[in-house]
């Protein structure tokens, strides 16, 4: 949904339709700065979360990876992909034999973006011969599919969630892609997630910028790696050896 107001008559009526047609352009390319006059995604969207920097929780150790904070929450493990230059391709949390891969990307204010998203990847993963259909989950309609791996038939299971200027693209991997409850550290990660949108204007469904913790990314362009696990990196890879860290409470599901 576009918002428009209405404008006068004249020539300065004229004007401002101009500059409101320029403007409705500009939002939905995701290239126009915060505005409170705008509409924002409301946080009564998202009851359990992600949240928005702006709304998150204090006292929770977290690992900084730029766009997205990521909570520390035992047994899961943290795999990111990197570059030389410690700029992240992919992050991917581990619990047993589950796994919950992360992306974030800019998003207009005015209206959410998953469920346009959500259909073109349906559309994706038809034209790769995968069947997929929707459901209803924890943040609302899902996309749930079965793919064919090096390693056999996984269950796959796509999450969207819409917060103000950003999409967060949550996948579930393994048992947790049929059944969360198989898996509540991972889904204690995604609930506890922090988005830190930035107000640098961006196009829409561009990926938010994440990077390695700046010791992390020093120390991977030293040896090379281009995958590294953070597990216990939170708050700083300085406190990554026998950190005392809280868990993030898995609240329990709304109905």
């Known amino acids: 949904m576009i918002f428009s107001r209405k404008s006068g008559s004249g020539r300065h009526a004229k004007d401002d339709t101009r500059a409101g047609g320029a403007r409705r352009l500009e939002e939905e390319l995701g290239l126009v700065d915060d505005d409170p006059e705008e509409p924002v995604a409301s946080k009564a969207d998202r009851p359990e979360g992600p949240y928005d920097i702006t709304e998150a929780p204090a006292g929770i150790p977290q690992l900084d990876l730029g766009a997205l904070k990521v909570p520390a929450v035992d047994d899961v493990e943290v795999r990111v992909q990197a570059d030389n230059e410690g ?81 967060v693209r949550a996948v579930f991997q393994g048992p947790a892609a049929v059944d969360p409850g198989v898996a509540p550290p991972l889904v204690a990660c995604l609930r506890n997630l922090v988005v830190d949108r930035g107000h640098e204007a961006m196009p829409v469904r561009e990926p938010l910028p994440l990077h390695l913790p700046k010791e992390v990314a020093e120390a991977t362009a030293n040896d090379g790696s281009a995958e590294v696990a953070l597990t216990d990196a939170a708050n700083g890879a300085d406190e990554a050896n026998g950190a005392d860290r809280r868990k993030p409470s898995p609240r329990p599901r709304r109905k």
């Open 87 to 167: 700029k992240i391709q992919q992050i991917v949390l581990v619990n047993n034999d589950s796994a919950l891969q992360l992306g974030v990307f800019a998003a207009p204010r005015s209206e959410g973006i998953w469920d346009e998203v959500r259909g073109e990847i349906r559309k994706q993963l038809f034209t790769d011969g995968v069947a997929a259909e929707d459901a209803d989950g924890e943040w609302g309609t899902e996309l749930r599919a079965r793919v064919r791996t090096p390693d056999g038939l996984t269950d796959i299971r796509f999450v969207g969630i819409d917060g103000p200027r950003w999409l």
